[in-house]
């Protein structure tokens, strides 16, 4: 067995480690996280990552339930169809 998969999903982080080593505050650390976490699950779920942050970013604010807000998430088929 290898994790392949998950070392290559990573590099872009890793890469960029010592910009983010001096990070001002956890809040900024954790913001960083949810977007990456973010983009690679779009990724895995092949969908271009620029293109499903503009549709979430965009939408987000109209979402009003629950549901709406669910929609958006890279794994549902609406993510996709934009």
Do not use: C, H
């Amino acid at each position: 067995m290898d994790n392949n998969l998950a070392e290559n999903a990573i590099r872009a982080f890793v890469l960029g480690r010592k910009n983010w080593m001096f990070s001002d505050s956890i809040a900024g650390v954790k913001a960083g996280a949810n977007l990456y976490s973010l983009i690679e699950t779009a990724k895995a779920n092949g969908l271009e990552p620029y293109d499903y942050l503009r549709r979430v970013f965009t939408e987000l604010p109209r979402a009003e339930t629950l549901d709406a807000i669910e929609t958006l998430l890279p794994w549902q088929p609406s993510a996709a169809n934009g």
